[in-house]
């Protein structure tokens, strides 16, 4: 279990969540702003520069779900939701890997209504092949009275 604002968070209750499932995303920790994902890497996700290297689009993805779980660690009580305003994602080199990616993210700056994170994503030597920046939009709980 994981720890947002005292309230318990299962990396089960978002690993359960199609958009992690579908990929073969596997959230391995996302506590107070933090996160660890990993990628079980299969056939449909090669084909990066016409070789056996992960594809970009799927690094991209990996993106997203990792630096947004990482946002949705932090959630105050106030929110109810999120979206991603934008990623910036520089690929160092090709990401090659016979069974398993990682990636770590960190929010680095956190208003009451945006987010800045990054993340990098490493092969499994270690060796960082993308790194990205991402900023998020956060939503509040809606007023039931309001109008």
Avoid at 29 to 55: C, D, M, P, Y
Wanted: glycine share 12%; with cysteine.
């Amino acid at each position: 279990m994981n720890e947002r604002n005292g309230i318990a968070i299962s990396s089960n209750e978002v690993n359960g969540y199609p958009f992690y499932s579908w990929a073969g995303l596997r959230v391995v920790q996302a506590s107070q702003g933090a996160s660890v994902v990993e990628l079980e890497v299969k056939r449909h996700h090669r084909g990066g520069g016409g070789t056996e290297a992960i594809n970009g689009g799927i690094v991209a993805y990996m993106f997203d779900g990792l630096l947004g779980v990482a946002v949705r660690s932090a959630w105050p009580p106030s929110v109810s939701g999120q979206v991603t305003i934008s990623l910036n994602i520089q690929y160092l080199r090709m990401l090659k890997a016979e069974k398993t990616v990682t990636g770590r993210a960190q929010i680095t700056r956190m208003g009451t209504s945006t987010v800045f994170v990054e993340g990098q994503i490493f092969d499994e030597t270690g060796t960082s092949c993308a790194k990205c920046v991402g900023i998020y939009k956060l939503f509040g709980v809606r007023n039931s009275s309001a109008p």
